[in-house]
């Protein structure tokens, strides 16, 4: 192993942080889509609940907090529950805001610059009851509580991500049916996607107009799609559709207000210009075959190559050239850019270290050319309910034992501690976690 020693830094000030989500973190919450469709049989796998998940709901978002700040994160990105807030379609509950106060305040002790996501993955379930996105209405029903949210929060915080990941929700939810509402129909997705774009630019007006200095955007997740054959231009076609549809259409359409799918093209006036930043969540990439024997997923077909190093669920692929190819993708937006989440389930935590520098290290080549990027945000803090996934997942750089709520430190921590204080990554710390990857990440 080569003796040399040489480093990586970041720009003073960027943002280290860890990302949660309310329903993956607060526990106790029967009012929205999700804990309606844990209840029914076959959603989560084994049955399984978000429970009392990290119970951060009755005030351990304070203990998790204090491990953040005390192993060098500098910010942190939570969401908050549209269903605690507006319980109901004609009633707020001010507590509810009270308490998101003062997890705000509690972070601003901490010295955490707080992201804020107002929309991740749940809807209140008397929005469920009237269709939910589908229902031409929602945008305005998700107006009305940002402006509710934004005056009661804003002395805490600017930046605000308005939907987490719209095109999970929407693909999730309305063509591969494994989120609530469970349905498989593209015209549907397209209607939702749509919907979530008005909703998205309704929002950022209205976060301006009550706090001019606010910076809007959405957290995207970026997959990378790769043709399976790079001869083959049935695969090239496949990998583009998926890239449109997946990747480009929503955050193109806060862009330029044209929403074009392979499906469907529309005009959405109200949405030029609608993000101040993107976020960009990247976890993995896919292959991508044009592929006859498939007609059920319109004829394409995904996979992890053969010898992928792969999580313990097979769930992602480690591939940190997708984490740069996702960041250059960002670029086209010409505004700032965030990693606003990246991260593998992995509960013995033997991949984790090495995923972790590896990824780190590509987010710094896209610094290395100047490339605005400000921030990065790890998926996750501590263990959290993985949606249909249900615990069998375990992204968290503490894990959780959900039957004592005990949090177990898993060497990762040290590895994100050490990137944190050094504000980048070291030969040093390459050999110490990672030793497998050193010639990768400092090749001469
Ligand atoms: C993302 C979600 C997040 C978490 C991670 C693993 O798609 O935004 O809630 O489930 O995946």
């Not at 192993?71 to 507006?86: D, F, K, M, V, Y």
Request: charged share 20%; glycine share 6%.
């Amino acid at each position: 192993m080569p003796d040399y020693s040489a480093s990586y830094h970041f720009p003073r000030g960027f943002l280290w942080g860890t990302a949660t989500a309310s329903h993956q973190v607060e526990g106790s919450n029967q009012n929205n889509n999700w804990s309606r469709w844990e209840v029914e049989p076959d959603r989560v796998i084994a049955g399984q609940k978000a429970g009392l998940a990290c119970d951060w709901w009755s005030g351990r978002w304070k203990e998790d907090l204090d491990r953040a700040v005390e192993t060098g994160q500098n910010a942190h990105r939570l969401s908050i529950e549209w269903s605690r807030i507006q319980p109901a379609r004609d009633r707020w509950d001010e507590d509810a805001l009270d308490h998101y106060r003062a997890i705000l305040r509690g972070m601003y002790d901490r010295g955490l610059a707080p992201m804020v996501t107002l929309h991740h993955f749940t809807d209140p379930l008397w929005m469920t009851e009237q269709g939910g996105w589908e229902n031409a209405e929602a945008p305005e029903w998700f107006e009305r509580y940002v402006r509710k949210v934004i005056p009661a929060l804003k002395e805490y915080c600017t930046t605000w991500v308005t939907i987490n990941e719209p095109n999970v929700y929407a693909v999730s939810g309305y063509v591969y049916g494994m989120f609530p509402p469970g349905k498989q129909s593209i015209p549907t997705a397209l209607q939702v996607m749509l919907n979530l774009v008005r909703g998205h630019a309704l929002a950022y007006r209205a976060i301006h107009e009550l706090q001019p200095e606010a910076r809007v955007g959405f957290a995207i997740n970026y997959r990378s799609f790769q043709p399976a054959r790079a001869w083959s231009p049935l695969d090239r076609t496949a990998a583009g559709i998926q890239h449109q549809f997946f990747n480009d259409s929503i955050p193109v359409a806060a862009m330029n207000g044209r929403f074009v799918t392979p499906f469907l093209k529309q005009q959405v006036p109200g949405a030029v210009a609608t993000q101040d930043f993107i976020g960009v969540n990247y976890y993995s990439r896919d292959l991508v075959a044009f592929d006859l024997t498939r007609p059920q997923t319109q004829f394409i077909h995904n996979f992890y190559p053969k010898g992928s190093d792969l999580s313990p669920t097979g769930f992602i692929a480690n591939v940190p050239a997708g984490m740069y190819e996702a960041l250059k993708w960002a670029l086209k937006f010409k505004l700032p850019i965030i990693v606003t989440e990246n991260g593998v389930e992995d509960a013995a935590d033997e991949l984790r270290p090495r995923y972790l520098l590896q990824h780190v290290h590509q987010v710094w080549r896209a610094v290395n050319f100047n490339w605005p990027v400000r921030g990065y945000f790890h998926w996750s803090l501590v263990d959290n309910f993985e949606w249909e996934r249900g615990w069998t997942q375990r992204f968290g750089l503490w894990g959780l034992n959900t039957e004592t709520q005990a949090r177990v430190r898993r060497k990762s921590v040290d590895v994100y501690e050490a990137i944190c204080r050094e504000n980048g990554i070291t030969t040093e710390m390459v050999r110490r976690f990672a030793p497998e990857v050193l010639d990768e990440i400092f090749a001469a």
